[in-house]
């Protein structure tokens, strides 16, 4: 076979199929997702930072003018960012590789 003719097959197959595959999809009806009906999750919450972190959220610009949202924010920061706050089931431990010896000088 020429090489023309082989690559009018393959554009025809390639078009024919990109066809088939446009109307599979437009044929589809969309269905509504379950899980990202609600951008907060339906559970309750326990944790009593969170939902005031989520108040908080709310105030908008009288945020950081109110001082039970300010006592939040840094409980939440020292949770995150205090030197051995992190808690250790959340963060595995990782095998500390010993560094490699210096390379010795060469001599002359």
Do not use: H, Y
């Amino acid at each position: 076979m020429d090489g023309k003719v082989l690559a009018r097959i393959g554009a025809i197959v390639f078009v024919a199929v990109a066809i088939t595959a446009t109307a599979i999809e437009m044929s589809r009806k969309e269905e509504p997702a379950e899980g990202l009906t609600s951008s907060r999750p339906a559970a309750t919450s326990t944790d009593p930072l969170r939902d005031e972190l989520i108040r908080c959220q709310s105030l908008g610009e009288a945020g950081p003018r109110d001082s039970a949202c300010l006592r939040a924010w840094a409980e939440n920061r020292d949770r995150f960012l205090a030197p051995g706050a992190r808690p250790a089931e959340r963060v595995p431990d990782v095998p500390t590789a010993t560094p490699p010896a210096p390379a010795q000088p060469a001599e002359r």
